[in-house]
């Protein structure tokens, strides 16, 4: 069992920076890959980044290459998200996962979810 919970959104300027944290309970943590998600109002949710269990792999959806950056902290249990360079359409509901396999776009495949941090961009 994971038990994650998000942290560090907001309201932010076109052309800022925000760092998402998803921190994460139980020994296992380690084991699984971690993804970003997120939802927009009236749209479906839809993948932004992920990382393996070891941190050594990750890759981004189009959409955030290159501005977006996931890492994770396996000493302390966190997964993080750094945006730079946010424009509106990054306004969303953000949410980390967690995934028994790496490799994964499709949000069907994480087992555990969190509540969700909320990013709005303004123009």
């Known amino acids: 069992q994971v038990q994650l919970v998000e942290s560090g959104g907001g309201l932010v300027q076109a052309g800022g920076s925000l760092r998402l944290t998803c921190a994460a309970s139980?020994?296992?943590?380690?084991?699984?890959?971690m993804g970003w998600f997120r939802q927009a109002p009236g749209k479906e949710r839809e993948f932004v980044a992920a990382i393996s269990g070891g941190g050594g792999s990750t890759y981004y959806a189009d959409s955030v290459k290159g501005r977006f950056t996931i890492t994770r902290d396996n000493d302390k249990n966190t997964v993080y998200l750094q945006m730079n360079s946010l424009k509106p359409e990054d306004t969303a509901v953000y949410y980390c996962?967690?995934?028994?396999?790496?490799?994964?776009?499709?949000?069907?495949?994480?087992?555990?979810w969190g509540q969700g941090t909320q990013v709005t961009v303004s123009s």
């Open positions: 139980g020994r296992t943590f380690r084991s699984y890959a």
């Open positions: 996962a967690a995934d028994p396999v790496f490799g994964h776009r499709g949000p069907t495949f994480y087992d555990y």
